[in-house]
């Protein structure tokens, strides 16, 4: 089975700060691990994902984020928040081997204050 | 490639209707997979199709809702007798199989609201 943990269901930063965005996960195999942003009144837009190799991932908007086995996190970053960052953050996980479903976390609203 | 799309993008209902949502996946993208969001939650998992094959069903999706996919294009998903509690925002996602990656791809989603 699989899971993900959210920390924070809402997060408030000013424009230019530090957006950090957390993301815990369960599974009892490698994991691919992936962030989805959703605007109001859409879909889910692919933002970046893990799936092996370089633990680093950088991902569209200069958002990446990393993949720590050891602490079973993969946290969103991004160095400098823009008004238009302001949505909502959902991190999802996969089973490492042929098609899986995925299984997301509750989702962080990320609020950005001018 | 013109993106996932779904109709309606809103449906209002009254409880004990029918209501039927398409979905129409990228082109060439074998597998179709529908979702469930409610309201603070993040999406569920409801079925999935590789071509027009359904190989999965969550246990989310009772004997009321029915998804089809004919000659492996579009989709649709059907729920007969809505209640209220199916008031939800139904997404469906599509991919391409690559190797063993399998990156989803969401449509803009259906808002379901049972009166």
């Known amino acids: 089975a699989q899971s993900v943990t959210q920390l924070g269901s809402h997060v408030s930063v000013s424009e230019g700060a530090l957006v950090l965005l957390r993301c815990n996960y369960s599974?009892?195999?490698?994991?691919?691990l992936f962030w989805y942003v959703q605007y109001p009144n859409q879909g889910l837009q692919l933002l970046l994902k893990y799936t092996t190799g370089a633990t680093l991932v950088k991902g569209i908007n200069g958002f990446e984020a990393e993949f720590k086995k050891s602490e079973t996190s993969f946290h969103l970053t991004k160095p400098s928040a823009h008004m238009s960052d302001a949505a909502e953050y959902f991190c999802?996980?996969?089973?490492?081997?042929?098609?899986?479903?995925?299984?997301f976390g509750k989702g962080t609203m990320l609020l950005v204050s001018p | 490639d013109t993106g996932v799309s779904q109709d309606p993008r809103h449906k209002i209902t009254k409880r004990g209707q029918n209501v039927t949502f398409r979905c129409d996946p990228i082109?060439?993208?074998?597998?179709l997979y529908w979702y469930r969001q409610t309201l603070g939650q993040g999406p569920e998992f409801l079925t999935y199709?590789?071509?027009?094959?359904?190989?999965?069903k969550s246990r989310l999706l009772s004997d009321r809702f029915s998804a089809e996919r004919p000659k492996g294009s579009f989709s649709t998903l059907e729920i007969q007798r809505t209640e209220q509690g199916d008031s939800a925002m139904y997404l469906c996602?599509?991919?391409?199989?690559?190797?063993?990656?399998?990156?989803?791809?969401f449509g803009p989603g259906t808002r379901l609201t049972v009166l």
């Open positions: 999802a996980v996969s089973r490492n081997s042929g098609y899986s479903t995925l299984t």
């Open positions: 996602a599509s991919s391409f199989t690559r190797g063993s990656t399998d990156t989803q791809y």
């Open positions: 199709f590789q071509n027009e094959a359904q190989l999965e």
């Open positions: 082109s060439e993208h074998n597998r």
């Open positions: 599974s009892s195999v490698p994991p691919y």
